[in-house]
């Protein structure tokens, strides 16, 4: 199975350039999250999603959107990067909420600002 | 809110030696517990779960017994190998949403 894809691995943009990181699911599952990750400070989610149509934000939204128009896909779009997205993301997907259900991950995506 | 407080590393072990790494959290209602493993360039695996009061989650040597008494889950192992070498993660799941400690580096030296 290949569970939680994401594309690209790594991306270099320029301050003011847009981009989408693709995040792809073959596990049925219901719920998606996207992550940051900086040094020392843990994972933010940024925004999730409960299921094909609905999202809602997370605790770092800012300069960010999402889409959930299939269960399997949740893209996330930069529209004006600016050096603090410099982070490592992590696109996540469980079953559904609650009742200990464990989150899958991606391999993430390394993405630098310049 | 919810929060997760786990130990700062990183933390350096030499082989065969016993691990704790504490994880503390903070929660309304009645979350479930996780540890999460991350080797180096990858995604976050399970490690393992707790999801009531005294259950204990345990996987490939390590454990880690959901206290709600002292709202703790901390992760054990009796004895380190070179490959557990990573970075671990404590996350609490409340509703919709995992909440992340910021992660504790381990290295195991032979």
């Known amino acids: 199975n290949a569970g939680v894809t994401q594309t690209p691995k790594f991306r270099i943009l320029k301050i003011g350039q847009s981009m989408t990181l693709q995040c792809t699911q073959d596990m049925n599952h219901n719920y998606m999250y996207w992550y940051r990750q900086d040094p020392g400070m843990g994972l933010k989610l940024i925004y999730y999603?409960?299921?094909?149509?609905?999202?809602d934000k997370g605790e770092v939204p800012n300069g960010y959107n999402v889409s959930r128009s299939t269960t399997e896909d949740f893209p996330l779009r930069l529209e004006l990067a600016a050096p603090s997205q410099t982070s490592v993301y992590f696109c996540?997907?469980?079953?559904?909420?609650?009742?200990?259900?464990?989150?899958?991950f991606g391999q993430g995506t390394r993405l630098t600002v310049v | 809110g919810d929060s997760v407080t786990q130990m700062e590393g990183p933390v350096t072990l030499s082989e065969e030696a016993f691990l704790t790494i504490n994880c503390t959290y903070t929660?309304?209602?009645?979350?479930?517990l996780f540890w999460y493993v991350q080797y180096p360039g990858e995604g976050l695996q399970l490690l393992l779960k707790?999801?009531?009061?005294?259950d204990k989650g345990s996987n490939k040597g390590f454990e880690a017994t959901y206290r709600k008494e002292t709202t703790s889950f901390h992760l054990e192992k009796g004895s380190v190998q070179v490959s557990d070498s990573a970075v671990y993660f404590c996350a609490l799941l409340t509703g919709n949403q995992f909440y992340f400690g910021t992660g504790t580096s381990l290295t195991v030296i032979p």
């Open positions: 999603s409960v299921g094909a149509g609905i999202t």
């Open positions: 707790a999801t009531k009061a005294d």
């Open positions: 929660a309304t209602g009645y979350p479930s």
């Open positions: 996540a997907s469980s079953l559904k909420g609650g009742g200990g259900t464990e989150a899958f």
